[in-house]
């Protein structure tokens, strides 16, 4: 059973286009992260929310932004997509202990 | 926050035990160990965590050296499906959250 959701497997946009990953979790989890995955580089924290409505930036938050408006939900927002945002997006969720972490299966973005 | 350091790659004969070493000579003493793994173009998957005991699980074993600043990660019987990239993360916590931070993961290569 799937317990953390990204709305999208697979997209192709635009340079320019604003872009919306979407990512929802059914365990009420207080934290959720943002990763993108990229060959070479493993996987590093673009932000992070450990509430609703906060949020905090990680190792490459430049080109980002995110939303918590829902403790369930936290949106990852490219404003203006450029060809160096292609890459994997994973989204994780965490209980408060840290001993339950989930990753959903990944959006693999393409911007051309 | 506590980083890890992995080797980039290992190989591993089918059938026999899979030891896979991580450093995290910085951890603090409220930090846990976690290990996940990557198979291609899907979302990480927890394998086992532990603090300061050794752990064993369905899937492998997690012994942590006394002074916690290694550890390893035993695969007792290697199968091709473990193949994988292999991630050693260390739990942060700070007055924002928990945070996950990955180290450069190793890519397991299991051989017939």
């Known amino acids: 059973d799937v317990k953390v959701t990204q709305s999208s497997r697979y997209l192709v946009k635009r340079t320019g286009e604003k872009v919306f990953l979407e990512c929802v979790q059914d365990?009420?989890?207080?934290?959720m992260f943002w990763y993108r995955q990229d060959p070479g580089l493993g996987l590093r924290l673009i932000y992070f929310?450990?509430?609703?409505?906060?949020?905090e930036k990680g190792d490459i938050p430049e080109g980002y932004s995110v939303s918590r408006e829902k403790k369930e939900r936290f949106s990852l927002i490219l404003e203006s997509a450029s060809t160096n945002q292609t890459s994997m997006y994973l989204c994780?969720?965490?209980?408060?202990?840290?001993?339950?972490?989930?990753f959903g299966e990944g959006s693999w973005l393409t911007v051309v | 926050d506590a980083k890890t350091t992995q080797p980039t790659s290992m190989d591993c004969a089918e059938g026999r035990a899979a030891n896979l070493p991580c450093n995290h000579s910085?951890?603090?003493?409220?930090?846990?160990v976690y290990w996940y793994r990557q198979i291609h173009s899907q979302g990480p998957q927890y394998i086992i965590h532990?603090?300061?005991n050794n752990e064993t699980n369905e899937m492998a074993s997690l012994i942590i050296t006394e002074d916690r600043k290694s550890s390893t990660l035993i695969l007792p019987h290697a199968t091709l499906r473990d193949t994988a990239v292999y991630y050693c993360?260390?739990?942060?916590?700070?007055?924002?959250?928990?945070?996950?931070?990955f180290g450069g993961g190793t890519r397991l290569m299991v051989k017939p």
């Open positions: 994780a969720s965490m209980d408060y202990s840290g001993n339950t972490i989930y």
């Open positions: 365990m009420d989890h207080e934290n």
């Open positions: 929310s450990y509430d609703v409505k906060m949020k």
């Open positions: 910085t951890i603090s003493g409220n930090e846990y």
């Open positions: 532990g603090l300061k």
């Open positions: 993360i260390v739990r942060s916590s700070n007055n924002a959250g928990n945070m996950l931070t």
